[in-house]
């Protein structure tokens, strides 16, 4: 065995063997991966728990979802998807907590069964109450905000305006159906 080769072979040196510098690249990006990920936990469980939590506060609204599961007449509206819409609809405009709490307060008042007795009632009538009723109920089954003005993203996924085509035409998200689904065929 000549020198050359000894001296590549040994610890320390900056030949392409070298063990130390393979431990230091895979120590890195060990690393790195356990900083990305701690990082991402971090921020998703403090946007979810923290979150939804400004969300209901923000709003003023006791129970937002309740009342958005009124308007729409969707029982199975998931809580996160109301606290994100209502979070961007204050986003865009900040009065519309109170007036969604003034809504909610109303529609007690009244003592109003369901969205159809709503719209028979003298509330829907008003524009201070019917305003954040639709602005809700657009959020929700759009599944964005700002329809006049730049929209902030809710969720395309729950959006309500895919449902009743759900099982036939998907949802536009980046790749429901897996990479290139939109070219296979469909089976016979």
């Keep these: 065995m ?16 070298d063990r130390r510098r393979g431990t230091d690249r895979r120590r890195f990006v060990a690393g790195t991966a356990l900083a990305t990920l701690g990082a991402s936990t971090l921020l998703l469980s403090r946007n979810g728990a923290v ?16 009342l958005a599961r009124f308007l729409t007449a969707k029982p199975d509206l998931s809580p996160e998807f109301v606290e994100r819409a209502v979070s ?18 109303a529609i007690g008042a009244a003592r109003l ?19 954040p009723a639709l602005s ?13 003005r730049p929209s902030r993203n809710v969720s395309l996924e729950e959006a309500l305006m895919y449902r009743p085509t759900g099982d036939k035409t ?3 998200t980046y790749a429901r159906g897996g990479p290139g689904w939109w ?6």
């Design 136 to 148: 809700l109920i657009a959020a929700l089954y759009l599944g964005s905000t700002g329809i006049d």
């Design 170 to 172: 998907p949802t536009p």
């Design 113 to 131: 069964a369901d969205v159809e007795a709503f719209r028979a009632s003298a509330l829907a009538a008003d524009p201070a109450m019917m305003g």
């Design 2 to 17: 000549d020198d050359k080769a000894q001296a590549t072979d040994a610890p320390g040196a900056d030949g392409p063997t």
């Design 51 to 66: 979150g939804a939590a400004t969300a209901a506060a923000s709003s003023g609204v006791p129970d937002v979802t309740r």
């Design 183 to 188: 070219n296979r065929s469909e089976p016979a």
């Design 88 to 105: 961007a609809l204050i986003a865009d405009e900040p009065a519309m907590g109170e007036r969604l709490r003034a809504l909610d307060a």
